[in-house]
């Protein structure tokens, strides 16, 4: 033999035992979770028993022995049959308005007015005269007497100190007479486009601002500080890992927020992602986006800015949905469209010839049928383009309006806790006839579309795992009503545990990255206590998220559950 092919040979040779001993060993991880149960969310829905992360990255998944057999790793975490998930991603929310709400008078489950005075009257003992009294979650759908209130209830409790709370579906105010003085409002002042004041049989203001006409309080309002901004972001961020939700999209930011969320990111330990639209009533933040353009990917994937957040009308509860008809317990009232046709059909092109996704909520079946009308009328121009166009909420639907996302492509962004809220009182509202396109998920997905699912925290509880019950029993904790409320209506598990998670990440544009436990995506996992595939629906309550992974590291775990060695 030539001695250039002996060359040529040993060569070969030395790569070819090279190959071996770099296959046959195992390669290195930083974690290993084995020996429990990992629903992988891919297309199948395939479950495997383990999974090893190196960096911020998945690198294997697959059984114990196999993932045992190709990777050693620096932590092993023996799972002992719990479960593991792709990280919980909430499609709809408001993000720094979960901080500031814990630091607010929360009244969520109150229910009287007189529950609420009580609190108000507290919270005046401790402050100076002329310090303002904040709070949110009151609903007058829970009290006795299912009337708005009036600002004479405050003023009796808060007389020196302006009082402004807000109703927790966020489009509704009650403020005291302080606060209309400060605003200059009195019974000469005209409903706002979009808006209404509650009026007493004398014409004047009763204290109760409706959607638009909430921004005749705004320039009175302090501001909250960038620092304030930034505390509630982190306040926020632990609520989020504490309950598995590694993805959060924020429905609405205006420039002093989004410049406060990028600096929490910058924060090496903040615990979250997030996916952000522009809040299109705050004109001058959406003209610096549409000329400086989208950002994707910042602080190594923790925050997006790509999409536009806009409103055509208001919530249910306060009656501001806007409808085909009249309400059924308030004829006449047909509720309230708070962006134009004409402006909305203006901004979303802008979006789409900027390459901004549009999300827009709509709640009232009026309200969904002017969205998709503006939609088709852009979208027709470019079907095919990727544009991925949303509608937030989505809650009452005329039945010809159904059909019409799949045929559009546009996602309908929904909340499965907003219908297990508002079962008490929505046939109220819309009647029985109506009521059949409420809350429609089957007959959505029946159609050929996917749900993102969301919370609209802090309008509903953040817990991810509350809107999967919600989508599978349509029943609430109590299990009330026995066996559904329009059950047919409901989501497999399978579905419900999809909407939370690699359907969320397709509404951002991030399915490719995460939203399923696959080799190449992102490590964001949790680790459940229970296996809600297969547990009774009523246990997915009880389950407890055991531990949070973002990006390969852990941001969340509870007091020592599972066996952690090397």
């Not at 979650?137 to 009290?143: A, F, P, R, V």
């Not at 420039?255 to 009533?281: C, H, M, N, T, W």
């Not at 909420?393 to 546009?410: G, T, Y």
Request: charged share 25%.
């Amino acid at each position: 033999m030539k001695p250039k092919y002996v060359a040529l040979f040993l060569i070969v040779l030395s790569i070819g035992v090279l190959l071996v001993f770099l296959l046959g060993s195992p390669r290195m991880a930083d974690v290993i979770l084995y020996n429990g149960s990992v629903y992988t969310v891919d297309r199948e829905f395939s479950v495997a028993e383990a999974v090893a992360v190196r960096g911020k990255r998945i690198v294997g998944v697959g059984s114990t022995d196999d993932i045992l057999s190709r990777f050693e790793a620096k932590e092993m975490v023996d799972l002992q049959g719990k479960t593991v998930y792709p990280g919980f991603i909430d499609a709809h929310a408001h993000f720094l308005g979960l901080g500031i709400s814990l630091r607010m008078l929360d009244f969520v489950g109150t229910s009287s007015p007189d529950q609420i005075t009580a609190m108000v009257r507290d919270r005046v003992r401790k402050l100076k005269p002329g310090q303002w009294i904040r709070g949110r979650g009151w609903d007058q759908n829970d009290w006795s007497v299912k009337k708005f209130p009036t600002h004479e209830i405050l003023d009796a409790v808060g007389p020196n100190n302006p009082v402004y709370l807000g109703r927790i579906d966020g489009h509704a105010v009650w403020v005291n007479r302080i606060v209309m003085d400060l605003a200059g409002i009195t019974g000469e002042t005209r409903d706002p486009e979009g808006g209404r004041i509650l009026r007493d049989d004398q014409g004047n203001p009763t204290g109760i601002f409706i959607d638009n006409a909430i921004d005749l309080l705004t320039p009175i309002i302090p501001e909250y500080s960038s620092d304030e901004l930034e505390e509630a972001g982190r306040l926020a961020s632990r609520f989020c890992a504490q309950v598995g939700l590694t993805s959060v999209q924020d429905m609405g930011a205006n420039l002093r927020e989004i410049e406060a969320l990028k600096e929490l990111v910058r924060e090496v330990d903040f615990p979250v992602r997030l996916y952000v639209s522009v809040q299109g009533s705050d004109t001058a933040s959406w003209r610096f986006y549409l000329q400086h353009g989208k950002e994707v990917g910042l602080a190594d994937n923790k925050l997006t800015i790509r999409s536009l957040k806009l409103y055509v009308d208001g919530a249910l509860g306060s009656r501001g949905a806007a409808l085909i008809d009249s309400y059924s317990d308030e004829p006449g009232n047909r509720g309230l469209t708070r962006t134009s046709e004409d402006e909305l059909q203006r901004m979303c092109r802008e979006a789409f010839e900027g390459g901004f996704q549009v999300c827009t909520h709509a709640i009232g079946d009026r309200g969904n049928h002017i969205v998709l009308n503006v939609y088709e009328e852009i979208l027709q121009e470019r079907r095919t383009e990727d544009h991925r166009f949303r509608v937030e909420h989505v809650q009452v639907l005329h039945p010809d309006d159904i059909p019409r996302f799949r045929e559009l492509n546009v996602l309908p962004s929904m909340q499965p806790t907003h219908c297990t809220s508002d079962m008490y009182w929505a046939v109220d509202r819309v009647g029985p006839d109506r009521i059949e396109g409420a809350y429609a998920w089957r007959s959505l997905l029946e159609s050929g579309v996917i749900i993102p699912g969301g919370s609209d925290f802090p309008v509903e509880n953040p817990n991810p795992l509350w809107g999967i019950y919600a989508a599978v029993t349509r029943q609430d904790h109590q299990g009330w009503p026995e066996g559904g409320w329009y059950p047919e209506e409901r989501m497999t598990i399978e579905e419900a545990i999809r909407s939370f998670t690699v359907w969320a990440a397709f509404a951002a544009f991030e399915e490719e990255m995460k939203g399923s436990i696959e080799s190449g995506k992102l490590a964001d996992l949790v680790v459940l206590s229970n296996d809600i595939v297969t547990i009774d629906p009523d246990k997915i309550l009880s389950t407890e998220v055991l531990r949070t992974m973002v990006g390969g590291s852990w941001v969340y775990r509870v007091a020592e559950e599972l066996a952690t060695g090397r």
